[in-house]
């Protein structure tokens, strides 16, 4: 390069070719340096975290060794205590949507020695059971190849647990050579149900006013809001169920709201036991809750003016309005709205004068939840009020429970309006 014109476009290249193989080296030895420091560091911000399950182990960071076998994005970290077993840390999404991290370690023989929450938000008395005593000893005594169990009344987040659960399994598995049946599946352990009257129902805040005699307008806290029901007794037994207001979650707690699973109070007494409907415990105990306070002649006297309404009028809750829009003296058509479950519904209901029954009924709004309310504005169920003369001759459909109310309230308005 000596006698290399030093302004030419080939002395440049090959100056910068040079200066980069230097810059190169330079950063190799550098990153030879720091590199063991970087993952002391990084692991010593967890090495207290990692002592609680392998107590003076020694630790060795072997996430970028094995990460990229795990499928389902849910491992944060694996980390090797030598001789003795892998820690796992984790992440998942329950029913808060911020989520929450935990740990989980594997002895080298396959059990599940430790499992801890790192970082979470979960509900007291439901998701974050699935980090208290009794479901952390569940898991202790399993194996990687063990199915997780769910947690009946915590069971978004209790899934979100058992698929991190599931990710480390197959990881640690791997491993260990250890052969195991993924697919397998674990019973939910669900309580022995005791009887309505040994159940503790201070957190449902349950209240009931009378109405008439045997006939409670009732309310209990389930699980986000207050549910409110018409409980009607009679010789110390349940003679019905209705839900007037619902305020838990649709599409979870609103299935034991259902014409079939509100049938099975039907006779029950204090000292009688029901399960709570699958998957929507809290919405069951306030139901429980409710039935309680009238079966144990807790009720306060209510209005008498306004209890006479309530009886005289079994719709009111719905806020049903009428109009008339058009009588040929043969027919009339009314325009009618009225509450569902999460909006106002409308419907044109046409009524045969001559025989006081129902001509037809045409859903012309619909504002409840799709894929569940609007079940009961299919066809084939409209059809089923031609010719009845009460809208008590037909059954709601089971599971969109507010919205078929909802449409025998108007129904019941257009046959009281046409009678009058």
């Known amino acids: 390069m000596k006698n290399m014109d030093k302004n030419s476009s080939v002395y440049k290249m090959l100056l910068l070719g040079i200066l980069c193989a230097v810059c190169g080296l330079a950063l190799s030895a550098v990153n030879a340096l720091t590199a063991p420091i970087i993952a002391d560091n990084q692991l010593a911000t967890i ?8 107590p003076g182990a020694e630790f060795e960071d072997v996430t970028e060794q094995y990460i990229a076998n795990d499928e389902t994005g849910l491992i944060d970290g694996i980390y090797e205590a030598k001789g003795k077993g892998y820690i796992f840390t ?10 929450f991290t935990f740990m989980a370690s594997f002895d080298n023989d396959g059990s599940i020695s430790g499992y801890k929450k790192l970082e979470e938000n979960e509900t007291a008395g439901i998701g974050k059971r699935a ?12 194996t990687s190849s063990d199915p997780i169990p769910l947690l009946s009344g915590a069971t978004l987040t209790s899934t979100a647990v058992q698929k991190g659960m599931d990710a480390a399994k197959a990881i640690f598995n ?21 009887p309505i009257a040994e159940e503790d129902y201070t957190a449902n805040s349950a209240a009931c006013t009378v109405v008439s005699d045997g006939v409670f307008a009732c309310s209990a806290k389930g699980f ?5 029901a018409t409980i009607t007794v009679a010789d110390g037994k349940v003679v019905s169920v209705e839900i007037t207001a619902f305020n838990d979650t649709a599409g979870v707690g609103d299935m034991a709201t259902t014409a079939d699973e509100l049938a099975r109070y039907a006779g029950l007494t204090l000292d009688d036991a029901v399960d709570s409907t699958s998957g929507a415990s809290f919405t069951s105990a306030s139901i429980r809750a409710m039935i309680k306070e009238a079966l144990s002649g807790n009720a306060t006297a209510g209005n008498e003016e306004e209890a006479g309404e309530t009886a005289a009028d079994p719709y009111a809750a719905n806020n049903v309005t009428i109009e008339e829009v058009s009588n040929d003296g043969t027919t009339a058509v009314y325009a009618c709205t009225a509450k569902g479950f999460e909006g106002i519904n409308e419907a044109t209901v046409t009524i045969d004068l001559a025989s006081k029954t129902v001509a037809k009924v045409e859903v012309t709004a619909f504002n409840d939840t799709a894929g569940v309310g609007d079940a009961a504005t299919a066809d084939d169920y409209l059809a089923k009020y031609e010719g009845v003369s009460s809208e008590e001759d037909v ?15 108007m129904v019941h308005a257009a046959l009281q309006a046409a009678g009058e």
């Open 47 to 54: 090495r207290s975290s990692l002592e609680e399950f392998y």
């Open 90 to 99: 984790l992440h998942g999404t329950g029913y808060n949507s911020n989520g």
């Open 131 to 142: 980090f208290e005593e009794d479901y952390t000893n569940q898991l202790l005594a399993l």
């Open 174 to 194: 791997e491993i260990n050579n250890i052969s195991y049946d993924p697919n397998a599946v674990a019973e939910v352990e669900v309580p022995e149900a005791k």
């Open 224 to 228: 986000e809001g207050t549910n409110e």
């Open 395 to 409: 059954e709601v459909v089971s599971g969109a429970s507010f919205t078929s109310t909802s449409i025998k309230a």
